[in-house]
C-alpha cells in the first residue's frame, strides 16, 4: 500500500517550517530568534521562498499564512519546479484578513502536488503587508535553511523564480499547504 493511498498517513500541513523543508531543525538550532513575533515585509513587492521535497502525492486542500499585528496587504502563495524554478500553481493577490492568526485560503480548483521536489514561495504585494513566523534571523541563517528572496515589484508571484538573496529583515515567515480544511 502507497503513502498517497492511506491518506491519514501523510503529514497535516506542508510548511517553511516542517521537516519536509528540511529548515526548521536549522532555523531554531541558529541562535537566538522570536517565534510568533511578527515583522513588515521585507520591503513592496518581494517574494521569498524554501526549497522542499516530498515523496508521495499530496491533496492540498488549503493555503496557509501567518498575519502579523497588522493585516493590510496583498499575499500571493505558490510552488515552482525546484529545478526549473518555473511556476507550477499560486492562489493570486489575496487580502490579508484577521490580526495575529493563521489566514486559510482554500484553492480553487483543488490540487495535487506530485512527489518531487518544489521550492514553496510567498509574496506580498505591499511593504504594508506584516507577517508573522521566527524573528531575528541573520542572512547567513537564512541562506543555510534555504530561504531565498527576489524582487517582484509589488505583483503576484513571476512565472520563474529568480532567487537572489535572503530577506534582509530577519523574518523567517510561517506558510504552506494543508490536506485539510479549517
Not at 12 to 20: E, G, I, Q, T, V
Not at 158 to 178: C, E, R
Amino acid at each position: 500500500m502507497l503513502v498517497e493511498d492511506r491518506v491519514d498517513l501523510l503529514p497535516f500541513y506542508l510548511s517553511s517550517y516542517s521537516r519536509w523543508a528540511g529548515a526548521l531543525s536549522t532555523a531554531f538550532a541558529s541562535g537566538a530568534g522570536t517565534f510568533g513575533s511578527s515583522t513588515a515585509w521585507n520591503g513592496s513587492g518581494t517574494a521569498v521562498g524554501v526549497f522542499f521535497e516530498i515523496p508521495f502525492y499530496y491533496p492540498v486542500d488549503q493555503v496557509f499564512w501567518y498575519n502579523g499585528t497588522t493585516a493590510s496587504g496583498n499575499i500571493d502563495i505558490g510552488y515552482y519546479d525546484a529545478h526549473t524554478l518555473t511556476k507550477l500553481w499560486s492562489l493570486g493577490l489575496t487580502a490579508q484578513s484577521g490580526t495575529s492568526q493563521f489566514q486559510f485560503t482554500t484553492p480553487s480548483p483543488k490540487i495535487v502536488i506530485p512527489p518531487g521536489a518544489y521550492l514553496m514561495a510567498l509574496s506580498s504585494g505591499s511593504g504594508a503587508s506584516v507577517i508573522g513566523g521566527l524573528t531575528g534571523r541573520s542572512v547567513r541563517t537564512q541562506y543555510a535553511t534555504g530561504m531565498w528572496s527576489m524582487e517582484i515589484g509589488g505583483s503576484p508571484l513571476p512565472a520563474t523564480f529568480a532567487p537572489t538573496t535572503a530577506p534582509s529583515n530577519g523574518l523567517y515567515p510561517l506558510f504552506g499547504f494543508t490536506r485539510r480544511a479549517f
